[in-house]
């Protein structure tokens, strides 16, 4: 069974740091791009950042470009999202997704910026 | 980046009567290895995004064939036939031919 587990999420304030985690198991992880999708409260989905099965090419949405790093362990079966220089507008549910079609989400992991 | 555009934005349906949600694209969807990623996505109140049509039209493991894709190049569109009170909740189109993927506003499907 397929599964994907997100992790990592909490209160920070405004400029600080956290780090997103993606636990993956029941596939092959190293065959599939991975991706963080966010929702802002009550908000709809924005795509934030992609990376390729080996971890080569990575995409970012220009909102989050030279703030967050999208990276991989494919040894780990693992996804993750470094946060930086966190902004109130960063405030929002971060799923992980599985391949280009995103056929398996994670249950997400809320992260609010606030002070 | 690609915007992507749905209408409507709420779409209240009697039950059992059918519904039709629209999506555009900006640009064409036709990735440079000839598939059109356009995929349709349903949420249901607290809970991640479940995937139902991917490439336009392929319905993905488990969803009910109620529900239908079509369409080609940067026009498309997700038909259920006949709404069932489980159907209830936020549909988004989605491309993911440019990374970072682009979504749809979402329309919310109720129940009259």
């Known amino acids: 069974e397929v599964q994907l587990v997100d992790s990592g999420g909490g209160l920070v304030q405004p400029g600080g740091s956290l780090r997103l985690s993606c636990a993956a198991s029941g596939f092959t992880f190293s065959d599939y791009s991975m991706h963080w999708v966010r929702q802002a409260p009550g908000r709809g989905l924005e795509g934030v950042a992609n990376?390729?099965?080996?971890?080569?090419?990575?995409f970012y949405v220009d909102s989050v470009k030279g703030r967050f790093t999208i990276s991989r362990d494919n040894a780990k079966n693992s996804l993750y999202l470094q946060m930086n220089s966190l902004r109130a507008e960063d405030t929002a549910v971060y799923y992980c997704a599985r391949g280009r079609i995103t056929d398996y989400w994670g249950q997400g992991t809320l992260v609010t910026v606030s002070s | 980046d690609i915007v992507m555009t749905q209408t409507p934005l709420s779409s209240p349906v009697t039950l059992g009567q059918p519904a039709s949600i629209s999506c555009r694209s900006s640009?064409?969807?036709?990735?440079?290895?000839?598939?059109?990623?356009l995929s349709w996505l349903q949420q249901r109140p607290g809970q991640p995004p479940r995937l139902l049509i991917h490439k336009i039209s392929n319905r993905f493991s488990g969803v009910p064939d109620r529900f239908s894709g079509s369409g080609a190049g940067t026009d498309f569109t997700l038909k259920i036939s006949r709404v069932e009170a489980e159907d209830v909740g936020v549909y988004y189109c989605m491309q993911a031919t440019q990374f970072p993927q682009t979504f749809g506003q979402g329309t919310k499907v109720e129940i009259k």
């Open positions: 640009q064409s969807l036709v990735h440079s290895n000839g598939n059109t990623y």
């Open positions: 990376i390729e099965p080996d971890g080569n090419e990575k």
